[in-house]
Structures are given as C-alpha cells and as structure tokens.
C-alpha cells in the first residue's frame, strides 16, 4: 500500500482511477487489527489503488473530508468520491470487503 507523503500529491493520486483511502494512524489499535489482512484485500481489490493516510500527518485531509474516527476508507473514482467506510469503530474484513464490493 502505498503512503501519502504529501498533501499536493493527492490530488494527483485521486484525479485518475479508483482509488481508496485508508485514514489510520499508528497508535489505533482497531487500526493494528485491519493491517494483516489488508494485503489480501489490496490483491482482491486490484482494481483499486489503496493510499494509507496517516491521520496525525494530515489532519486536515481528515478534516476537509469530515474523517473524524479510524480506521475509515473513502473511496473516489476520476477525483470524485463514491463511498466512505467512515466511523471510530473496529472494522471487520467481511466489513471492508462488503463496502468494496458496493463500489465495483
């Protein structure tokens, strides 16, 4: 997965393609219970590029998105969103694939 460095590169990240975002941050336990199965969903998922953005490093990303809890996704397609997984609660993999799922 790739990792946002900066805040201009993500609108080139999004303006082409679907891609998803994972707004995590390292001290989010919920967020420690999604990581070893997230490459499987990265694999499932290939028609997606996954950006993991660290919410502490770019708390206005969050803000201007209206992310407020983690771990949560938001999903975009050609620079427009098309779905958001967003909430403070523990995410399941049947959870993520399912949201996924309803954007192909």
Request: proline share 4%; glycine share 4%; charged share 30%.
């Amino acid at each position: 997965m790739q990792t946002l460095q900066t805040e201009q590169e993500l609108t080139t990240i999004l303006a082409e393609g679907k891609t998803v975002l994972l707004f995590s941050a390292d001290w989010c336990p919920d967020c420690r219970l999604i990581e070893p199965f997230m490459p499987e969903i990265e694999e499932e998922f290939a028609n997606f590029k996954f950006i993991y953005v660290d919410r502490d490093q770019f708390i206005d990303v969050c803000i201007a998105h209206d992310v407020f809890g983690i771990p949560s996704f938001l999903a975009f397609e050609n620079g427009e969103e098309i779905g958001r997984f967003v909430s403070k609660d523990k995410k399941t993999k049947e959870e993520i694939q399912s949201f996924l799922n309803e954007l192909q």
